[in-house]
Nanobody, 124 residues
Framework: QVQLVESGGGLVQAGGSLRLSCAASGRPFSGYAMCWFRQAPGKEREFVSAVSWNGATTDYADSVKGRFTVSRDNVKNTVNLQMDSLKPEDTAVYYC?????????????????WGQGTQVTVSS
């Protein structure tokens, strides 16, 4: 089992920045690919960013590419999402997820463990 706890969400004005963190506990963190998803009210959950087990491979949704940066620290057992140039359309609950693979892509079906989510609200 892997337990995931997100933090760092909040209210920010458009153009601002937030840094989300996901702390993992349980099985060795370095064996898991990690991903960030988000879900806005009335919308389906969507992929945001993914990172491989060692941080060497990353992927981003087109809507956040160039604005968001994912990273991980396998010593501190954390994965981070630096969000810059935020837009109102980034408003959502953000979830981190873990998959027991070195790389798991962007499909939510590949991820077995999920955090409880953290709210990000971007005002215009």
């Amino acid at each position: 089992q892997v337990q995931l706890v997100e933090s760092g969400g909040g209210l920010v004005q458009a153009g601002g920045s937030l840094r989300l963190s996901c702390a993992a506990s349980g099985r060795p963190f370095s064996g898991y690919a990690m991903c960030w998803f988000r879900q806005a009210p009335g919308k389906e959950r969507e992929f945001v960013s993914a990172v491989s087990w060692n941080g060497a491979t990353t992927d981003y949704a087109d809507s956040v590419k160039g604005r968001f940066t994912v990273s991980r620290d396998n010593v501190k057992n954390t994965v981070n999402l630096q969000m810059d140039s935020l837009k109102p359309e980034d408003t959502a609950v953000y979830y981190c997820a873990a998959a027991g693979f070195l790389w798991a892509g962007k499909s939510s079906e590949n991820f077995s463990y999920w955090g409880q989510g953290t709210q990000v609200t971007v005002s215009s």
